[in-house]
């Protein structure tokens, strides 16, 4: 199984951008699908995932910002990032539970860079 993301890049505070990541491979099942990011310095943390059935959740500061969605015959899983700031800055990286029971898999991570 392989998640390879993309849609990362440099942006203005303010702009925009939206993030890919497709799952390959031999797959049974899809679960919950994610997204988490890793600030320089930080440890990384969740921003937010969707169940299969389309319940979305998100962290607390990027609420209102950011939009999770998923296609699940593509089995992929986007993030709509909206009205971006400096401190969204980091690598984002997907997550994906597959399987019975579920084992988490993780993307490479892709770079967002948002400029003041």
């Known amino acids: 199984v392989q998640l390879v993301e993309s849609g990362g890049g440099l942006v203005q505070s303010g702009g925009s951008l939206r993030l890919s990541c497709v799952a390959s491979?031999?797959?049974?099942?899809?679960?919950?699908m994610g997204w988490y990011r890793q600030a320089p310095g930080k440890e990384r943390e969740y921003v937010a995932s969707?169940?299969?059935?389309?319940?979305?959740d998100y962290v607390e500061s990027v609420k209102g910002r950011f939009t999770i969605s998923r296609d699940n015959a593509k089995n992929t899983v986007y993030l709509q990032m909206n009205s971006l700031k400096p401190e969204d800055t980091a690598v984002y990286y997907c997550a994906v539970d597959l399987g019975v029971p579920p084992s988490r898999y993780w993307g490479q991570g892709t770079r967002v860079t948002v400029s003041s």
């Open positions: 491979g031999t797959i049974s099942s899809i679960g919950m």
């Open positions: 969707i169940t299969s059935g389309g319940r979305a």
